[in-house]
């Protein structure tokens, strides 16, 4: 059997098993709440978000369990999305640039070349743009928690070839995420994108039905795309994160405390996973390499370039309008 198939075969089959929790608790948990990602087991996000679980079921004293559903076990991010919107799961980790299909402003953080770093990151994200987004999010019926995740700064592998300027990409056939902004982007640099979901992507790649993908270094590594891209070019084209969301009649019935003592503890797991990837990041090239993948620093500049004369930022900046745009300038310098 393809590995497609088996995919397929388990989120049809509903053989899907959350994570199993240490507790000493006897009883039932008052509320039981399913947390679903679309990240392997071997991520930080799932390191951190099981010991995040462990401590919120403690600190209830029994409670409330989070369960935990990784690496696409309940569907893709689409399917996902769905289901917690409908209230089939309560919790969900999602890139703001796939939750602009509900909430158009959430793409804004993921803008090309937008932050040269994480400080400016973080200080965006934790100060008036990330307000901003979670206001758009809390009109669309969904909470979403102050901390997001870190997914990263993204690069392109590919099967065939290095990319180190713009013109590289030229009819290049490169899966992004199911996003109005990534295809947009991608169409500015002339390359042929084609929206899959992550659930699909290894198997996209191995079939060659797409050429190359754009991850951070800790996806490449521990979703072990390296088994199908050869090359790895060094963008930084763009930083991605995950809102950690919540299901609003899910959370409206929680008490108060409790809904203290859930938030205090995904927060501070989401300080902690942007810890370890950063760490990750910065030594993945080394052992990526040693697995043979062959990495090239791309010129950034010519991106940029590309972009802009495209008139890729001033149709983004007309999208989200001026208010939202200068929140993200403040972080970013100007960009249109
Ligand atoms: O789908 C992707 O490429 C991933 C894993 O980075 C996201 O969730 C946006």
């Avoid at 990534?182 to 979901?197: C, G, L, R, V």
């Avoid at 009649?249 to 008490?255: C, G, I, S, T, Y």
């Avoid at 203290?260 to 996973?273: H, L, R, S, T």
Wanted: proline share 4%; net charge positive.
């Amino acid at each position: 059997m393809q590995r497609r198939t088996v995919i397929k075969a388990g989120v049809v089959g509903a053989v899907a098993t959350a994570l199993p929790l240490r507790s000493s608790f006897a009883q039932k948990a008052e509320f039981t709440y399913k947390y679903a990602n679309n990240l392997p087991l071997t991520h930080p996000m799932n390191a951190r978000a099981r010991e995040m679980a462990e401590s919120i079921l403690g600190e209830t004293k029994g409670r409330v369990e989070i369960q935990i559903f990784p690496n696409n076990q309940l569907g893709s991010d689409t399917d996902m999305l769905s289901q917690l919107r409908a209230g089939g799961i309560e919790f969900f980790t999602l890139s703001g640039l796939i939750l602009s299909t509900l909430v158009p402003a959430a793409s804004i953080t993921g803008i090309g070349f937008a932050f040269p770093n994480y400080d400016a990151v973080w200080k965006a994200l934790d100060g008036e743009l990330g307000a901003y987004v979670r206001e758009q999010i809390a009109k669309a019926n969904l909470i979403a928690m102050d901390r997001i995740w870190d997914n990263g700064f993204r690069q392109i592998t590919s099967s065939t070839k290095p990319i180190t300027t713009a013109d590289d990409l030229r009819g290049f056939k490169i899966r992004v995420p199911v996003s109005p902004l990534w295809t947009s982007m991608f169409k500015a640099f002339e390359a042929a994108p084609a929206s899959i979901n992550f659930s699909e992507v290894y198997s996209a790649l191995q079939t060659k039905i797409v050429d190359g993908q754009e991850n951070p270094l800790a996806i490449i590594a521990t979703a072990k795309l390296f088994e199908v891209q050869k090359f790895c070019s060094l963008t930084n084209h763009m930083w991605d994160g995950f809102w950690f969301l919540g299901n609003r009649r899910a959370w409206d019935r929680l008490p108060a405390d409790l809904q203290k003592v859930v938030a205090q503890n995904v927060n501070d797991a989401g300080m902690k996973e942007r810890a370890d990837v950063a760490a990750l990041n910065a030594t993945l090239t080394k052992e990526l390499s040693e697995k043979g993948m062959v990495f090239n620093q791309a010129r950034s500049d010519t991106f940029r370039d590309k972009l802009r004369k495209a008139g890729f930022y001033d149709e983004w900046k007309g999208k989200y309008g001026a208010e939202a745009w200068a929140l993200l300038e403040r972080a970013s310098g100007k960009l249109a």
